[in-house]
């Protein structure tokens, strides 16, 4: 029977399962939350022994600085309140590596060159390869004879054509410094566009897809036949929807502008685009629950926020229409995406003329952690809700790769 840890650290948290994968099914799965915020929180699930029996859920909260410290207590997690890793053959460590550059269109055994090139790759994803890198660093020393593979966010996008990942910027930004389009949170939109496709009753060859990845990253796909032809995050995770700490789309010029009237430094700018801008900026805090309760307390800076991150979405579930030109399904998923009824009301408001629409009551009473079509029954495009599985994706590639 072979099991696969899977560690897959977001901006501010760390998801992990240890999955059997003769079942395709967690033993264990947990998430630490808000990472660098403080007071994290820790909560390690172990699903009841037999069919129906109620989970263990085991909860800790402690200061995890970073990523570093948020494995010592998923690990210390194991140890207390079980399945005990050290009586666990694992076929592999598979780790969710954010920014794999055109380098990596695939999952690959990690190696010291490996790790090296994910380093490298840092500049272009400062909030997710460091902790990736931290997590694969972890692992290494805490499993040194167990496979570690790593699965990019980035693989997924390989497909975007040309004209969809060319920016139009000078030659020898393009070629010298591989200056283009690279997309992310791949793993998710490829997972959840198939689950359409199955809940469709369709090939995925033969469905177009647009996919809401909403988290605290957030971003959109078009995904037509299968294949990713159009995302919005960009060379980094920065571009496109407005997210928890950063902006999405902003004028180009920017960082110009601020270097010469604020006096700031590139590097300034790009830390307050990513760390104090989107949600947060406008609203003081950056979880979606948080910003809700102020706006129903009457705060103006939340109102504002929620109305532009919806604004933002229309705009492109509009451009992405355009892209596609038949839209099979809408889909939501991620944090946001699978939590937020009013987001995803807010979301398709005024699109009825696309034949988008959502049914209040199906949208309000949602079965939390199961796919759910929340449009109108005939409804023109089904919108639906499908709860992503980033880790059995990777648990599933990082496999394939092993018995390749
Ligand atoms: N019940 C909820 N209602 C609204 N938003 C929620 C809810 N639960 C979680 N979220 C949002 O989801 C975000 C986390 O999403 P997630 O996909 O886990 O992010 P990441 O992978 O980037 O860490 C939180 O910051 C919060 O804004
Ligand atoms: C790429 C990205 O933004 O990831 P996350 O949503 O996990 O922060
Ligand atoms: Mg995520």
Known sequence: MSHVLVLNSGSSSIKYQLLDMGKGAPVASGVVE????????????????????????????EAC??????????????????????????AAVGHRVVHGGARFGGAVLVDD?????????????????????????????AFPNVPQVAVFDTAFHQTLPPAAYTYAV?????????VRRYGFHGTSHAYVSRRAAAILGQDPADTNVIVLHLGNGASATAIEGGRSVETSMGLTPLEGLVMGTRSGDVDPSLHAYLARNGGMSAAEVDTALNKQSGVLALAGANDMREV??????????????????CHRL??????????????????????VGENDER??????????RLGLRIDPAKNESLERGTDQVISPDGAEIPVMVIPTNEELEIAVQSLDLLNR
């Open 34 to 61: 808000r990472i660098g915020e403080g007071q994290s929180v820790l909560t390690h699930k172990v699903p009841g022994d037999a069919p129906g029996a109620p989970a263990r859920k085991h909860e800790r909260r």
């Open 292 to 309: 809700w309760r102020m706006v129903d307390e009457g705060d103006e800076g939340a109102r504002l926020a929620v109305d532009v991150y």
């Open 343 to 352: 987001v995803r009301a807010g979301a398709v408001t005024g699109l009825d």
């Open 314 to 335: 229309r705009k492109y579930i509009g451009a992405y229409y355009a892209v596609l030109g038949r839209v099979d399904a809408l889909v939501f998923t991620a944090g």
């Open 170 to 178: 000078p030659a020898p930004w393009r070629t010298e410094h591989k």
């Open 65 to 90: 600085p970073d990523h570093e410290a948020g494995l010592k207590a998923v690990l210390d997690a194991f140890t207390t309140a079980g399945p005990d890793l050290d009586g666990i053959e694992l």
């Open 113 to 141: 060159e490996v790790e090296h090139a994910i380093e490298e790759l840092a500049p272009l994803a400062p909030l997710h390869n460091p902790a990736n890198l931290a997590g694969i660093q972890g692992a290494r020393k």
